[in-house]
């Protein structure tokens, strides 16, 4: 008797800790769509994320937030990345292609994604008040090396360089001959 | 560089090895507005050149076109003007403007003209007049500095869409046209296409495209991505369609569960059956029996196939989906409303809304019934779809509302309430006496209840306190059935749940604390009611409520002041709701025989107040939705599901962990451990890594989970929806009531034979020596 209801004891033990799913459903019950939201005619675009091979991914940003890249063979999602926390509030992001690396701008900043599996490069540090306009990538100069110009609006239009290998600000151009007025949204 | 930059102002930044170009356009109001050009230096950031251009481009004009082409080397300004005839050119660095009339043979007004731009000085103007398209191919040569048409892409009245891209050797231009019906490639020089592939016509509005061009010895192959107006993105290869990614479901607004009669004829005559006469019945069914003989061959001949899918356990052969087949999920959003399949989470239709006044955003709202799908646009228009096809039934107006109600109507069936923003419901007619009832909030100021049988009454309002608005307010699930009135506790006795079918769970938020009040909905008393200072309202706060308990998450933020009571971090509470106290006692209502919630004893005006207890728990993360799993009877112990913002994943939590009669500072007694699998409380909740329904997913900003029961009392539906979409299937107690893959079905069947066989063996055996035996007694 004892033997029982410690046997008993120890199976109802195990009780609470009920599984719903059984492992050999997982991904076989279950379907999930990894979503970028609409693209953006001005963030959409091939691009070769290792220039030796002559393989192109698809890049796209969404007005959610979401930056990410498609293969062009099959469509499924490569790798996709978030810009900013609350996806809900829906804005504009540009996205710009690199060496080796996509950089968007959003409100919530300059950053580098490395193109063939979307890990972060860099942030840019300084903080970004305002809405992007656009983000340009500059040739290379005579220091081989691709910088990358980002043009927000703040209260006036700041143009800003910021370094391709690190993020950094290298200088800022405000335009301060005509303060902005707010863009109607449509 | 392709940059289309149509959709917003005209603000360009272009950038050659020595100058950052930024380019602005003044808002002028009067006509005669100016563009002007700066030239940064790209070392230090000093500004080394400006110039202005007069532009006649109209600031708020959608249809303007202003962009930056050319790539690094030579990088130019391009504009259309208002008037749509001209396009102008200038090369950033020199301050000419460059200029050419479009060629207008089509006899039409130019409606829409999209410049589509290269690394090199070609550039591709795509013009639409109200029924027809071309594109016009320009050239720019700088050193002559001048702007010639190289050639025009003839006219067609299917309005196709163009892109331009640089070639693999990212020094040609390529241009290509995707039209209705074919996708066809041009070279910068010449209007000879270069390779033309036919398409299928699907009738779709292409919005933008963009193109990759890949040369192979002499040939050609192209794939083109492009972006319907209904949100949809399609690659298609030299012609042929490759993939389809459903974007539009990001967007998606409102959502409604479906059930879709496959066999719909079948149902028809069941139910004639059932309301004939035993006889007439009997008949109507030998008739249809008569009637389906023909198809005897081919059951007999699928007869084989099915029985051994049901021997062979493969991937096909999921008998349980047949509990959920006919699920669908209708999603509304402002391109259009899609259907999809739950079991298999394919979208099985789409259609596209009719036009309607745009001009806002409206809120949309959901109605399923009798295989009718009703999407009611605020202020707009109300449109009926079949909920099999998608195929429009009927339009009609709508009015004004900020959210709709489903009410049971007197037929029953559910009559929609539009309830307007200050909470104020819409006369109707037609309910029955059951949806008498309704609460409403108005914003985020009070909650009101209301009787709308002949014309809306508001009878009770709850403000919260002076300072506070309101977060949120939940009631319990349309289907929320309860399998047992009360809680078995060890020693046999019984603690009366307090089920009431009217309760409204409000959370509303001051300064720094939260209050969470229970309200009975008909006549506003409030049954209960906790504020728990400290708390931080910018971190997400849900809570949800369903038979007689209810949880609500927040993050707890006390200061490090010691006065300040509770603990830092993420806390989710969990209340159970008793008649009384004491277990076997009912309660105040114990002794009498009817009920009012107007007049509920004799003895006192209020309803009683139920007995609350209540546990506080911590969880690693915070929780930015709740919801409860359902399933068709409610036996099913029930999943509490919540959604984790900060790794986007979806748990379910078993309600046995969240038990908020678990001992404190105690071990359980053996009767607690054992019949109600009470064990100790501990106050941080770990997110067992087997509650996560999301495995290893990443199922990003997730608006609401719903929860749906099956036909099978063991299984529930969960659907997840806002970016991603997220659809899975729950067995919280496991799945009882299902035969396993595991089971044996063939070792089954060969017993049976073994044993019938056996027997027909042996059975004249026995009855020979039964026969013999009584021969050998005499």
């Known amino acids: ?186 | 560089m392709t940059n289309s930059a149509s959709d917003y102002d005209a603000i360009a930044l272009a950038s050659t090895e020595s100058t950052v170009y930024y380019v602005a356009k003044n808002p002028a109001v009067l006509k005669g507005s100016k563009i002007r050009v700066t030239g940064i230096d790209s070392k230090s950031g000093q500004e080394s050149k400006q110039y202005t251009l007069a532009a006649d481009v109209d600031y708020f004009d959608e249809s303007a076109s202003v962009g930056v082409g050319g790539g690094h080397d030579h990088p130019f300004l391009f504009w259309v003007d208002s008037s749509l005839k001209t396009i102008k050119v200038n090369v950033l660095g020199s301050t000419k403007v460059l200029q050419q009339t479009v060629d207008n043979k089509s006899g039409e007004d130019i409606k829409n003209v999209k410049v589509h731009t290269t690394n090199g000085l070609e550039f591709l103007a795509q013009i639409e007049t109200t029924s027809k398209g071309w594109a016009e191919v320009y050239n720019i040569d700088d050193t002559s500095s001048t702007l010639s048409r190289v050639y025009s892409v003839p006219i067609t009245s299917d309005q196709a869409v163009f892109t331009a891209t640089t070639g693999p050797s990212q020094s040609e231009s390529f241009f290509v046209r995707v039209g209705q019906s074919d996708v066809t490639l041009f070279s910068a020089s010449s209007s000879k296409a270069l390779g033309a592939w036919p398409r299928e016509n699907d009738g779709l509005q292409i919005s933008h495209a963009v193109a990759e061009v890949v040369r192979s010895s002499n040939a050609f192959a192209v794939r083109v991505a492009f972006v319907t107006d209904s949100g949809e993105w399609f690659l298609v290869r030299n012609g042929k369609m490759a993939w389809y990614r459903p974007e539009m479901l990001t967007d998606v607004e409102t959502t409604a569960w479906a059930d879709v009669e496959s066999d719909g004829d079948l149902a028809q005559e069941l139910e004639i059956e059932r309301h004939k006469s035993i006889i007439t019945a009997y008949i109507h069914r030998v008739k249809r029996h008569i009637r389906e003989l023909p198809n005897l061959g081919k059951w007999l001949q699928s007869l084989p196939q099915t029985i051994l899918t049901n021997f062979v356990s493969g991937p096909g052969s999921d008998k349980t989906s047949l509990a959920f087949a006919q699920k669908y999920v209708i999603m509304a959003s402002d391109h259009g409303l899609y259907a999809m399949r739950f079991s298999t989470g394919q979208l099985q239709w789409r259609t596209t809304l009719p036009p309607y006044d745009r001009k806002r955003p409206r809120r949309k709202s959901l109605s399923v019934e009798g295989g009718q799908v009703t999407l009611h646009i605020d202020g707009a228009a109300a449109f009926v779809f079949d909920v099999n096809d998608g195929q429009r039934i009927a339009s009609r107006g709508s009015p004004e509302f900020h959210s709709v109600a489903q009410i049971p109507g007197l037929a029953a069936d559910l009559v929609p309430i539009f309830v307007s923003r200050e909470g104020q419901p819409d006369r109707i007619s037609g309910i029955s006496m059951e949806g008498d009832f309704l609460i409403t909030q108005q914003e985020d100021q009070k909650v009101i209840g209301w009787s709308i049988l002949e014309e809306p009454k508001s009878l009770w309002s709850f403000t919260p306190g002076k300072g506070s608005k309101i977060v949120n307010t939940v009631s319990r699930p349309a289907h929320d059935p309860v399998a047992s009135i009360g809680k078995v506790l060890g020693n046999r006795s019984v603690l009366y749940k307090y089920l009431s079918p009217n309760l409204a769970l409000v959370t509303s938020i001051s300064e720094d604390a939260l209050t969470v009040t229970l309200l009975d909905a008909i006549t506003g008393t409030i049954l209960y009611s906790t504020t728990h200072p400290s708390v931080d309202t910018s971190s997400p706060i849900s809570s949800v409520i369903s038979e007689n308990w209810f949880a609500y998450s927040f993050f707890g933020n006390p200061s490090s002041q010691p006065s300040s009571p509770g603990a830092k971090g993420h806390h989710l509470i969990i209340t159970e709701l008793y008649e009384s106290p004491y277990p076997n006692d009912r309660g105040p209502l114990g002794a009498q025989t009817n009920y009012s919630a107007f007049s509920p004893s004799p003895f006192s005006s209020s309803p009683p107040l139920p007995h609350t207890i209540s546990q506080a728990f911590l969880t690693p993360q915070p929780i930015s939705h709740l919801s409860v799993t359902q399933t068709a009877q409610g036996i099913t112990s029930r999943l509490l599901l919540a959604y984790l913002p900060h790794t986007s994943a979806l748990i379910g939590i078993p309600r046995t962990i969240l038990d908020p009669r678990r001992p404190v500072s105690r071990d359980p007694t053996s009767l607690e451990a054992q019949e109600e699998g009470l064990f100790r409380y501990a106050p941080f909740l770990d997110f067992d890594p087997k509650w996560y329904l999301s495995h290893s997913r990443e199922v990003l900003g997730v608006q609401e989970v719903m929860a749906r029961p099956t036909m099978l009392e063991s299984t529930g539906l969960v659907f997840a929806w806002g970016h991603d979409v997220f659809g899975t299937r729950v067995s919280p107690s496991m799945a009882f009531d299902v035969l396993g893959k595991g089971f044996n079905r063939a070792s089954l069947v060969a017993t049976v034979v073994a044993l019938t066989v056996g027997v027909a063996v042996l059975a004249p055996m026995v009855r020979k020596r039964q026969v013999e035996g009584r021969w050998k007694m005499l």
């Open chain 1, 1 to 186: 008797m004892r033997l029982f209801s410690a046997a008993l004891a120890l199976v109802v033990a195990y009780l609470p800790y009920v599984h719903s799913i059984f492992s050999d459903e997982a991904y076989q019950i279950d379907y999930h769509y990894a979503l970028i939201g609409v693209p953006r005619s001005h963030a959409t675009f091939f691009h070769r994320p290792q220039t030796a091979s002559p393989a192109a991914l698809l890049y796209t940003a969404s007005r959610n937030g979401v930056v990410g890249a498609v293969n062009p063979k099959d469509g499924s999602g490569v790798w996709r990345q978030t810009l900013f926390h609350n996806l809900t509030e829906k804005s504009e992001s540009f996205l710009a292609p690199g060496d080796g690396v996509v950089v968007t701008a959003s409100r919530s900043g300059v950053t580098a994604w490395d193109a063939l599996d979307g890990r972060l490069v860099w942030h840019s540090d300084e903080t970004f008040k305002g809405e992007p306009q656009n983000v340009v990538k500059t040739p290379r100069d005579a220091s081989q090396s691709t910088d990358f110009v980002a043009l927000f609006r703040e209260s006036h239009n700041v143009v800003r360089k910021i370094d391709g290998k690190t993020g950094n600000v290298l200088w800022k151009y405000t335009d301060s001959k005509y303060t902005c007025n707010p863009i109607p949204i449509s």
